[in-house]
């Protein structure tokens, strides 16, 4: 059985021009130690769909579809054993390392919170292992910038802050929205090598969400790509970038540079972005999409099984270009 | 700069405050209509008495050396005798000072133990029949005047219930504050009414802020996510409002005071003014200005308890 199970996830913002169609069908699953990827265009609803998860939307988002816990329907479940379950089990990281800490309070009274509400340690275990977690994200002389403010940290200080807040209770899944985008490349490394050992040690499980095509081959085990608040393809990293079925991946990663490169990322692709307040009726590519055919402007194309452990959602995936590897 | 170095510069900052308060003081004493000597003598006074107070008060000499001369009493406690009650004005206030402060620090702990939960349940229940209730109860509140909310409460509660006394002050702490139960809702409601506003814009200011949403996803109870992280940030911006407002408060004790028969500064000032007692409307105005920097200051200690933010 998969860890997280997410089904048929929608998300409508409702807004003063009219309904925000920001997630719109979308399934996937997470299996215990599993690394999973998102990807996807600015505006294709990654952070609406970490933050659906745990139920963080407020009330202008309606949410649709059910997500599973470990079996148990996290919308549905009573507030008590959601709140356990969020910041215990599955953890956080915000995309904005600038706005997700509490501008009044200590780091480190930010990080002790989180082992008050969901361990039994008492004050001084809970402040050595406060220490520990800034050690362990790279924050030099953690015990001087426990009782420092957010003010008095960088930008990637910040980020790494709050990775250590997200990991304090051990959780068993980290959904991560970019958490290296105000790293510098080698702090970058440094802290997936880290969500990797973790994920290797412990067994966590991680969703990571990034613009960057190379972080992902590098640490994801499957990818799941994201386009107009739709699932496009989910698969292996392996065969999705191997053997794209999907003519949008098939795009994006002909949009990357050459193999040598060490980055990739993510260059957009020519033609409009998508319009999620007036949902197309076809695909949502069609209108960018050289492989586009009738049935596609018409007709979603449903997201189906194309290889074992593949799915995708392409009328072209059959006609599209093998990749010179 | 350093906090404690910012801590020492708000200190130094009352001295020039108390400065300029010393010098508007002396020069509205001066511009108040009629002379001070023709007051004090009334009619029969002749022209010989006259010279001679003068040259007692010190009015005869350069407006320079007076205000020195004002200065060195300040300075030393010496404000001269209160005209109408025949003794030294310092030891006037002394009596009636404490009854104001006690009235308007009442006030203040009503209005904060009404308007600070009904604000959160106004703003967790934004435009909803509760939050709707709530403002139009506290709009009611903020227009009413002062002596006729002060009456309702008197006719209601006093005359009609028996439940309170319907003036005066009392001997003992506990009897102080039943005397002072009425007048302190009186005065306190459109404070608390500006509070209640203030506050719930500012929680709803707050509530959808990133760092609220990630004290969520740390699965943190949620009266942690209110206080801590709601009220605390919601705070800062109405404890600025409570100092500014701590002025118009006492403007309001004059009127709470008469109404209510309560011995206070607020009372002492009307009748003084009535009066044309000098020395007691200057003293009392220097002793209301001092007051109410010394509330400012209290503000800012606050301020910067609340928010690491200020003084670095
Ligand atoms: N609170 C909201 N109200 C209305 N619309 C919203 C809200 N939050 C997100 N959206 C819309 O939902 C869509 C998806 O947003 P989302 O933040 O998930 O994109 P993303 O894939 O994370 O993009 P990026 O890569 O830039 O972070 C966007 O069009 C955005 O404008
Ligand atoms: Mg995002």
């Known amino acids: 059985m998969s860890l997280l199970d997410v089904v048929d996830l929608r998300v409508t913002f409702s807004t003063p021009r009219g309904p925000v169609h920001a997630v719109d069908g979308v399934s996937f ?124 940290f960088s930008g990637g200080m910040r980020q790494r802050a709050m990775i250590a807040i997200a990991l304090a209770a051990a ?6 929205d970019e958490p290296t985008t105000a790293l510098d490349v080698t702090i970058q490394d440094q802290i997936l090598k880290l969500l990797l050992r973790l994920v290797a040690d412990l067994g966590m499980s991680l969703v990571l969400v990034t613009h960057d095509l190379g972080v992902i081959a590098e640490t994801c085990d499957r990818v799941a790509v994201m386009y107009a608040g739709r699932l496009c393809e989910t698969g292996s990293v392996h065969n999705v970038f191997l053997r794209p079925q999907h003519a949008y991946t098939h795009a994006l990663l002909r949009s990357m540079p050459g193999e040598g490169a060490a980055r990739a990322m993510l260059v957009p692709i020519p033609g409009q972005p998508p319009r999620i307040d007036r949902p197309t009726a076809g695909c949502a590519f069609a209108p960018r999409c050289s492989f586009v055919e009738d049935l596609c402007t018409t007709t979603r194309p449903p997201l189906i099984d194309v290889a074992p452990q593949h799915r995708s959602a392409c009328y072209a995936a059959a006609r599209l270009p093998v990749r010179a590897a | 700069m350093s906090r404690g170095a910012w801590l020492l510069a708000r200190l130094a900052q009352i001295v020039p405050t108390f400065l300029l ?35 007692s008060l010190g009015l005869d000499k350069s407006i320079f050396a007076q205000f020195v001369a004002f200065l060195e009493g300040v300075a030393s406690g010496r404000l001269g005798d209160s005209l109408a009650f025949r003794i030294p004005v310092t030891r006037l206030i002394a009596e009636r000072l404490p009854v104001t ?73 506990w ?16 404070f608390a ?28 109870r949620g009266s942690v996510i209110l206080l801590r992280h709601v009220l605390r940030n919601a705070l800062i911006a109405t404890v600025t409002l409570v100092g500014l407002e701590i002025g118009s ?26 009066a044309r007692d000098y020395p007691v409307i200057q003293a009392l105005t220097l002793a209301l200005a001092v007051f109410v920097s010394l509330a400012f200051l209290l503000t800012d200690l606050v301020q910067m308890w609340l928010d690491p933010r200020v003084g670095r």
């Open chain 1, 29 to 152: 699953c997470v299996a215990s130690g599993e690394v999973l990827g998102i990807v996807g265009e600015s505006g294709s609803g990654k952070s609406v769909t970490l933050r659906a998860i745990p139920k963080l939307l407020h009330a202008n988002a309606a949410v649709t579809g059910t997500v599973r816990w470990r079996g148990a329907d996290l919308h549905t479940m009573p507030a008590e054993d959601l709140r356990r379950v969020r910041g215990g089990q599955i953890a956080t990281v915000f995309q904005e390392p600038m706005s997700a800490l509490n501008p009044v309070l200590p780091i480190g009274l930010q990080i002790d919170e989180v082992l008050t509400a969901h361990t039994t340690l008492d004050t001084a275990a809970r402040r050595r292992r406060a220490v520990e977690l800034l050690g362990l994200v790279g924050i030099a002389s953690p015990t001087t910038r426990l009782d420092q403010f957010p003010h008095e």
């Open chain 2, 193 to 220: 009414a500006i509070v209640m506003r203030n506050l719930r814009a500012a929680i709803l200011g707050v509530i959808n802020a990133e760092y609220v949403d990630f004290a969520r996803a740390k699965g943190l």
């Open chain 2, 249 to 274: 408060l006492l403007g309001g004790a004059v009127i709470t005071e008469t109404v209510f028969a309560v011995p206070g500064v607020g009372r002492l000032m009307v009748d003084s003014i009535f």
């Open chain 2, 101 to 173: 402060m006690l009235l308007t620090g009442l006030a203040v702990a009503f209005a904060l133990a009404a308007a600070v939960p009904l604000a959160f349940v106004a703003a967790l229940n934004a435009n909803r029949w509760p939050d709707l209730l709530i403002r139009a109860i506290f709009q009611v509140g903020l227009s009413s005047p002062i002596f006729y909310v002060g009456l309702v409460l008197l006719t209601v509660f006093a005359a009609w219930l028996r439940l309170f006394p319907v003036g005066g002050y009392g001997d003992t702490m």
């Open chain 1, 171 to 176: 959780p068993a899944l980290l959904l991560a």
């Open chain 2, 175 to 190: 009897e102080h504050i039943y005397h002072l139960f009425l007048p302190a809702i009186t005065l306190g409601l459109s």
């Open chain 2, 21 to 55: 308060i010393g010098i508007a003081v002396f020069v509205l004493a001066r511009l108040l209509p009629g002379n001070a000597v023709m007051a004090m003598l009334g009619e029969r006074g002749t022209d010989e008495m006259v010279a001679r107070l003068t040259a």
